[in-house]
């Protein structure tokens, strides 16, 4: 079991940046690959990114490719994203997710552990 807290979200103009961390505690984050998705108001959740568990390969949504990315600390069993560049369509709340499955890594039914999520709000 492992538990995951998310971090770092907040109020930001369009085109500020934000940095949102996903911190694990309960087991080691190196088994499993992780991932953010968010959801915003009156949608479904949806993929942003994820990453392999040794951090050599990293996917990400069209929708914020070339803005975002995602990158680990497993000696501080923490998942980051950073989110530059961003737009009031980023609003949003984003969760990181735990997986032990692998590919394909943009479906959050391959998850098994999730966070509470953190609010991410771009005004414009």
């Known amino acids: 079991q492992v538990q995951l807290v998310e971090s770092g979200g907040g109020s930001v103009q369009a085109g500020g940046s934000l940095r949102l961390s996903c911190a694990a505690s309960?087991?080691?984050?190196?088994?499993?690959?992780m991932a953010w998705f968010r959801q915003a108001p009156g949608k479904e959740r949806e993929f942003v990114a994820a990453i392999t568990w040794s951090g050599g390969t990293t996917y990400y949504a069209d929708s914020v490719k070339g803005r975002f990315t995602i990158s680990r600390d497993n000696a501080k069993y923490t998942v980051y994203l950073q989110m530059n560049s961003l737009k009031p369509e980023d609003t949003a709340v984003y969760y990181c997710?735990?997986?032990?499955?692998?590919?394909?890594?943009?479906?959050?039914?391959?998850?098994?552990?999730w966070g509470q999520g953190t609010q991410v709000t771009v005004s414009s």
């Open positions: 309960g087991r080691a984050l190196s088994p499993y690959n």
């Open positions: 997710a735990a997986t032990g499955a692998s590919w394909p890594l943009d479906s959050q039914r391959r998850y098994a552990y």
